[in-house]
């Protein structure tokens, strides 16, 4: 990690050398939302990220991240960015549905495989194809962090086999296609701000959320839930955004450092998420949970209760989206 940074603040140093001596760097304050807590791998990628911004500019940015929906949930900050009025988020793709319903693709069950398959997918074309539809909404993605694969906890029982999700009071993401996976597995699906879900699970109006462990354990849900279930059952990317608005009133130099510093942070914080995962997993036991894996039998039926929810939620992503990514999947399965 140390070695990359020093690497990349190099190529940082590089590029201002390059440069006539930072005329075009003016003194900017960069606000940043976010969902999760600070001791989340976000936490790693933001501070990565602002030193290398540190660098690029020679201190003129002052960089304030506020944590744990702190400036509103994910939505309402991509909202705010919007309008102008924020510059920057660290966002779960699943609730921006509601800007852009392509996004969609990204919930479909189980569509990622593995880790290798998300960063190839979201670094590669797609990625690329995808972001280009942020701009039409006022939004620039610079990067592709990472939230991860996403497991089941409750408070009610493990949950082995597709008939266990039974009546399970869920908390869902706003997000049609999560609604729709977890209506079908028949549970009682509640879509909810993911600010709201602590306290939901303390005072027993649902008994379920599904998040990364990282998220269950920097969020702190173990206070509150007795199982967890490794379902896997999607990845979901995080994108960092910008307030369109601000970053056109930025010079190409500051936008390019914005664009490079969030690729820094990006390798920072898919690093650190992966390595903590198995921390937060430990931590999760530790606690007291009950964890448990699934078979293969059990995950087979499971993943063909959701198959139709591909099929149902195509026209609302796009028939082409859909396509798309499958096609760009199976290349990068070597299909
Ligand atoms: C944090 C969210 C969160 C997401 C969710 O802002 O809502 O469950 O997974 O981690 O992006």
Redesign the pocket.
């Known amino acids: 990690m140390k070695t990359y940074l020093t690497t990349s603040t190099a190529a940082i140093l590089a590029l201002s050398v390059a440069l006539p001596a930072n005329a075009e760097i003016s003194e900017r304050t960069i606000r940043i939302a ?3 807590a600070e001791d989340h791998p976000v936490g790693d990628g933001v501070a990565a990220m602002t030193e290398c911004i540190n660098e690029a500019t020679d201190n003129a940015w002052t960089i304030n991240a506020f944590w744990s ?1 702190a400036l509103g ?2 939505l309402q900050s991509a909202q705010s960015l919007r309008s102008g009025t924020l510059e920057m988020v ?3 793709t ?2 921006l549905v509601a800007i852009e319903p392509a996004l969609g693709v990204f919930d479909l069950p189980f569509l990622i495989s593995d880790e290798a398959e998300a960063d190839a997918l979201l670094d590669g074309e797609f990625g690329q194809f995808m972001a280009d539809m942020m701009p039409e909404h006022n939004l620039v993605n610079l990067a592709y962090w990472e ?1 991860g694969f ?1 497991n089941l906890s409750n408070s009610l029982r493990p949950v082995a086999s597709l008939e266990d999700f039974t009546g399970m009071r869920v908390r869902v ?1 706003q997000n049609n296609i999560f609604l729709d996976t977890f209506q079908t597995l028949g549970t009682n699906a509640t879509p909810m ?2 600010g709201e ?1 602590f306290t939901a699970l303390e005072t027993g109006a649902i008994d379920a ?4 462990y990282v ?1 269950i354990d920097t ?1 702190r849900f173990y206070e509150v839930q007795d199982f967890v279930s490794n379902t896997r059952h999607a990845y ?1 990317p ?1 994108m960092v955004l910008f307030s369109k608005p601000i970053f056109d009133r930025y010079s190409e130099q500051e936008q390019q450092i914005l664009s490079d510093c969030a690729i820094v942070g990006r390798d920072v914080q898919r690093e650190a998420s992966r390595s903590l995962s198995d921390q937060s997993l430990q931590r999760i036991i530790d606690a007291g949970l009950e964890v448990n894996d699934i078979s293969e039998d059990a995950m087979a039926e499971i993943r063909d209760a959701v198959a139709g929810v591909y099929d149902r939620n195509a026209d609302s992503i796009g028939a082409d989206v859909v396509e798309r990514v499958m096609t760009e999947l199976a290349a990068i399965r070597g299909q």
């Open positions: 976010n969902g999760v929906s949930d994910d660290v966002s779960s699943s609730p939230n996403r993401m701000a993911f879900v959320q599904e998040n990364p998220t969020s979901t995080f």
